[in-house]
């Protein structure tokens, strides 16, 4: 079978422009870093989710035009230190091989502690977006610094910094950084803001910032934006509705043990969508009798 050519210099120039364009922000999650002595104040770092990458590449060339594989070692015996305290445990090192026919191929490494939750996913996500960031995607996300932000009670940011415009793909610079504004109805920002005590402050946030590209419902740029973020926060609410139908069946001591391996005291707590996925896909897998 003969080898098949390779892009041309001008397709490769389209092509890796096309793989740098900055995510939607809607794909944009902060995480906090670091923390200052009172933990009232954090050092913040954007990223996005590896299903954005994913995303961008299916796009791109196809689901079948491009390909990862993963290789898994482990370390043990690591000595960590967590508040003063020693202990031995070990870590998780994954490597990923990203291939594009016809444009290259590139790996990237990384690496979690085993103790951590979901290490070898953790491990694997890094891996994956190294490899991606050889070939430009993703790769403006390690340009943006630090910044400090208030942090609430939960160590969650009051508010999140501002993108820069550099940051941002082409239709949303044209915009000068801001979702085209128009009117919104105020009985629909009641209608989410309710949803805030029931879905938690992690789901609840992560819903407002892919949806409605907004972290406050007041600020939801249009009504087209509130009906999306509605519609997410019903999904979401439904995932919820499902676990407290399983847990109160038989599934109580399943959702108990979920929780605990998450270090969660209850579902209110959940850190954001894929925590819910996780949770309600592993309850409908260990308690199929309550699946119909």
């Known amino acids: 079978m003969p080898t098949p050519r390779k892009f041309s ?16 922000p809607a794909e944009i999650k902060w995480w906090v870093v670091c923390k200052g002595q009172r933990g009232r104040r954090g050092k913040v770092l954007p990223y996005a989710d590896p299903r954005a990458y994913t995303d961008r590449l299916n796009q791109l060339f196809t689901p079948s035009g491009w390909s990862r594989t993963y290789n898994m070692a482990a370390l043990p015996n690591v000595v960590r230190e967590i508040d003063g305290r020693e202990f031995v445990t070990g870590k998780v090192l994954m490597s990923c091989v990203l291939t594009i026919p016809r444009l290259g191929s590139h790996t990237g490494t990384g690496e979690e502690w085993a103790d951590a939750e979901m290490a070898v996913t953790a491990a694997e996500a890094q891996a994956f977006k190294r490899a991606s960031s050889c070939f430009g995607l993703g790769r403006y996300l390690y340009r943006i610094p630090e910044r400090w932000v208030d942090l609430d009670r939960r160590g969650v940011p ?66 087209n934006r509130q009906k999306d973020t509605l519609r997410w926060m019903e999904a979401a609410a439904r995932g919820y509705q499902r676990i407290h139908r399983i847990s109160s069946e038989d599934g109580a001591h399943h959702l108990e043990a979920l929780l605990d391996h998450l270090k969660l005291h209850s579902i209110q707590e959940l850190p954001g969508l894929d925590a819910l996925r996780f949770l309600v896909d592993t309850l409908e897998s260990v308690t199929p009798q309550n699946a119909a």
């Open 9 to 24: 210099a001008a397709e490769q120039r389209r092509l890796y422009s096309l793989l740098e364009t900055p995510f939607s």
């Open 158 to 223: 009051k508010r999140l910094p501002a993108l820069p415009h550099w940051a941002l793909p082409p239709d949303v610079i044209i915009g000068h950084g801001a979702e085209p504004k128009g009117p919104i109805d105020p009985k629909m920002t009641g209608k989410i803001e309710a949803y805030r005590a029931s879905l938690g402050p992690g789901v609840y946030t992560e819903i407002l910032s892919r949806a409605g590209f907004s972290h406050d419902a007041r600020l939801i740029p249009n009504a």
